[in-house]
């Protein structure tokens, strides 16, 4: 099954869908999501408009059905930055051509001028969690940032297209759980989704000048079930935050050796163990006075540290000022916002 889009503008990206797909569509404050339970597709695909020339789509879904989404829009060159947090992507220039696969964990860079076509292939029955940001070149109003982006992407003088798959990279799956999890609402939502979409996009940049610079760095010791396994027990400290951790427990139930560990939190997360931690039980604590009727001595225990002294200091660090004073102006914070 084809299905064609002919737009950048996220509006009516979401209203070609919907009418070749079926489902329910539904708009929240410049935030579109198409929930589809039907005999093309069950799942759900969302999308926000960071700025005219940006847009970020999110498939969260199983198509029942071989799906290929065409992008052809006479009046832009685009540029795809493609994303697998599970399962995989194929994309091609042409719905015959030998098709590039994203696999999990993967990024992927494709872009055309608006005489060529982009194809995004789905195999019928396997689930995939896929984030796109596509970048309309034609309307960035940033002359510099053009210039650099047509310089970079569309300097291919054969074709006039440009396709890259990346190394794997478990920042921009972090980032993009992130972004699904941001739970604030009006302004404050919006400034944390495009500064979180712009992070992901300056992910995908940084690993490609990585990967064309054939950079020799931590990635190169480690494996991917090296990284699966780091992304896990690092799930597990932010469940449980409460425990007292040494690199020790935690090596043994990663299952990897102590320097290993340490290095892939580092490249995950640009953070020692100790540190990640420590940030965890922050952030957590800064959650809890946000939303429960706890005093700050019962948060302290209940992230697993016993120095209210201590834990006071690594908060104003993080978020400037103190335990105390961020609990007793929530009302004036919520009001502001």
């Given at each position: 099954?084809?299905?064609?889009?002919?737009?950048?503008?996220?509006s009516i990206v979401f209203k070609q869908l919907h009418k070749q797909l079926g489902g329910t569509l539904l708009l929240k404050t410049k935030e579109y999501i198409?929930?589809?339970?039907?005999?093309?597709a069950c799942g759900i695909i969302s999308g926000i408009a960071v700025e005219n020339a940006i847009i970020y789509i999110e498939y969260d879904i199983i198509f029942k059905k071989d799906i290929t989404i065409?992008?052809?829009?006479?009046?832009?060159?685009?540029?795809?930055?493609?994303?697998?947090?599970?399962g995989e992507l194929l994309q091609s220039f042409d719905s015959k051509d030998k098709k590039d696969r994203i696999g999990q964990f993967q990024t992927g860079i494709f872009s055309n001028t608006h005489d060529r076509k982009t194809y995004f292939h789905f195999k019928k029955e396997k689930y995939s969690n896929v984030s796109v940001i596509t970048l309309d070149a034609s309307n960035v109003?940033?002359?510099?940032?053009?210039?650099?982006?047509?310089?970079?992407?569309?300097?291919?003088?054969k074709i006039h297209q440009f396709s890259y798959i990346g190394s794997f990279n478990l920042k921009i799956a972090e980032k993009i759980e992130e972004l699904n999890g941001i739970e604030q609402n009006g302004l404050i939502r919006s400034l944390m989704i495009n500064s979180t979409v712009f992070?992901?996009?300056?992910?995908?940049?940084?690993?490609?000048?990585?990967?064309?610079?054939?950079?020799?760095?931590?990635?190169?010791?480690?494996?991917?079930?090296?990284?699966?396994?780091?992304?896990?027990?690092?799930?597990?400290?932010?469940?449980?935050?409460?425990i007292n951790y040494t690199l020790k427990y935690l090596s043994r139930?990663?299952?990897?050796?102590?320097?290993?560990?340490?290095?892939?939190?580092?490249?995950?997360?640009?953070?020692t163990v100790s540190d990640y931690i420590r940030n965890v039980r922050?952030?957590?604590?800064?959650?809890?006075?946000?939303?429960?009727?706890?005093?700050?001595s019962e948060i302290v225990y209940s992230v697993g540290l016993s120095s209210r002294s201590y834990f006071s200091k690594i908060f104003k660090e993080k978020y400037n000022c103190s335990p105390k004073y961020y609990k007793s102006n929530q009302?004036?914070?919520?009001?502001?916002a």
């Open positions: 099954m084809n299905i064609i889009i002919t737009s950048t503008n996220l198409l929930k589809l339970n039907n005999d093309i065409q992008f052809r829009n006479e009046k832009s060159n685009s540029i795809h930055f493609g994303y697998c947090s599970k109003t940033d002359m510099e940032l053009h210039s650099q982006l047509k310089n970079k992407f569309f300097n291919s003088p992070l992901i996009l300056a992910l995908e940049i940084e690993q490609h000048k990585a990967d064309e610079l054939n950079d020799e760095s931590q990635f190169s010791s480690l494996t991917k079930s090296n990284m699966e396994a780091v992304k896990e027990i690092s799930q597990f400290i932010r469940n449980y935050p409460e139930k990663a299952g990897l050796a102590p320097l290993k560990l340490q290095q892939g939190f580092k490249v995950l997360h640009d953070r922050v952030e957590v604590a800064e959650k809890l006075i946000r939303t429960t009727e706890l005093n700050i009302n004036t914070l919520s009001i502001t």
